[in-house]
């Protein structure tokens, strides 16, 4: 079992910067593969980025891909999700999510994902 939180979420202008951390219980977190997803009002959650266990990989949704980077400190058991230039259309609840059943490009898919934090606001004014 692995529990996740969120923090670090809030209000930012346009082009302002955020970052997103999500502390996890367990000695066994270095094991999993770390994914944010994001979910807008009326629409479906979304694959933001994701990381692999040891840190070496990522991928990063077309839509942040230069803006965002996705990170881990497996000593602290923390994953970060640093947002740079935020756009009004990047508002959303934020989640954290972890899996422990490999990488590739199905660590894009939530289906994957067995562990879920409860989100985090992520509000971008224009």
């Known amino acids: 079992q692995v529990q996740l939180v969120e923090s670090g979420g809030g209000l930012v202008q346009a082009g302002g910067s955020l970052r997103l951390s999500c502390a996890a219980s367990?000695?066994?977190?270095?094991?999993?593969?770390m994914g944010w997803f994001r979910q807008a009002p009326g629409k479906e959650r979304a694959f933001v980025a994701a990381?692999?266990?040891?840190?070496?990989?990522?991928y990063y949704a077309n839509s942040v891909r230069g803006r965002f980077t996705v990170s881990r400190d497996n000593a602290k058991i923390t994953a970060y999700l640093q947002m740079n230039n935020l756009k009004p259309e990047d508002t959303a609840v934020y989640y954290c999510?972890?899996?422990?059943?490999?990488?590739?490009?199905?660590?894009?898919?939530?289906?994957?994902?067995?562990?879920w934090g409860q989100g985090t606001q992520v509000t971008v004014s224009s």
């Open positions: 367990g000695r066994t977190f270095s094991s999993y593969t």
């Open positions: 990381i692999r266990s040891s840190g070496d990989s990522t």
């Open positions: 999510a972890a899996n422990q059943r490999g990488w590739g490009p199905r660590a894009l898919g939530s289906e994957l994902y067995d562990y």
